[in-house]
């Protein structure tokens, strides 16, 4: 079970990273502001779940 840990906190981690950079381009990009912020927060719930889990 150790292993699948990692593996899942590992791939939410790149999620997140993607996330971020997704919503930037999208963030920069007048129509599409609010879909871009919605990602950049997304990111973020991500990256929060992965320090819940590690603790």
């Known amino acids: 079970m150790q292993n699948f840990s ?14 971020v950079v997704g919503g930037v381009k999208l963030v920069l990009d007048r129509q599409t502001r609010t879909r871009g912020v ?5 990111a973020l719930v991500l990256v929060m779940n992965v320090m819940i889990w590690t603790v």
Do not use: E, Q, R, Y
């Open 6 to 19: 990692s593996v899942a906190m590992g791939l939410a981690m790149v999620a997140a990273f993607l996330l």
């Open 38 to 42: 919605l990602m950049i927060v997304a």
